[in-house]
């Protein structure tokens, strides 16, 4: 699944094939994904000039003067640059052309949105899906005192905690796990328990879990700027997530494995207290 590096990174390689340069046309081939596609959004896009692109959470924001298109990769979605006329196969549903490029939208269990927001309708961080969304936390306004205030009174799990977005967005399953494991963390442990000084731990570690995605993701950028690319998802070398059983690779410990909520949580007993 894509999480917050792979959007970002998804970004990064798009944005110099997109900004500033005029939508030339939209194709749609199929209704919606998860939701229904815009009924108006050829007419919304067509003619005007993407300005800018950002992300909020997960979700990927093209900029117009008129309003800003979201696209969310749901479970397995991807975004890539290609030709104009490149043949369009099974999962590919959405086609934003600008001129002799377009970017296509491949999403083959067709979770992902594409949604529209008009300037007309106020802020995008307004936006339904967006306004009750956490900090970015790779921004000003993410850090060890937003972790403990906004946790005093939450009884339950940190990595349930982190997980819920509403706090931090984009320390999904697998960050979750790592940015625990990397602030000695046990991941039962109540969110309202943890000092400030283990969240500016765990504040760091998210941080750093972040970027380091993102920079090694920067490395496969040309994997999904053309028609052959790959699905732009990266694999890191993980130090719990996913290794149950094996030992720990910092104190040699076999790596736990528990469910929290329906979600598989990795730890290890000795390095997270
Ligand atoms: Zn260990």
Known sequence: MPELPEVEVTRLGLAPHVEG???????????????????????????????????????????????????????????????????????????????????RLTDPRRFGAVL????ADGAIDEHLLLRNLGAEPLQDGFD?????????????AIKQVLLAGDIVVGVGNIYASESLFQAGINPKTAAYRISLKRYQALALAIRQILAAAIVQGGSTLKDFVGAD????????????????????????????????????????VNCQK
């Open 144 to 156: 060890a005192q937003l972790l403990f205030k906004k946790t005093r009174q939450r009884t339950a």
């Open 229 to 268: 690319g790959k699905t732009g998802y990266f694999q890191q070398n993980y130090f719990v997530y996913d290794r149950a059983g094996e030992p720990c690779r910092v104190c040699q410990g076999i790596i736990r494995h528990i469910k929290q909520g329906q979600r598989s949580s990795f730890y290890c």
């Open 116 to 119: 529209w927001h008009d300037a």
């Open 21 to 103: 340069f005029v939508v030339t046309d939209l194709v749609l081939r199929r209704e919606g994904l998860r939701w229904p596609f815009p009924s108006q959004l050829k007419d919304k896009i067509v003619g005007q000039r993407l300005q800018k692109t950002g992300r909020r959470g997960k979700y990927l924001l093209l900029h117009f003067a008129s309003g800003t298109v979201l696209i969310h990769l749901g479970m397995s979605g991807n975004l890539r640059v290609m030709p104009k006329g490149t043949p369009a196969q099974k999962h590919d549903h959405v086609d934003i052309v600008f001129g002799k490029q377009l970017i």
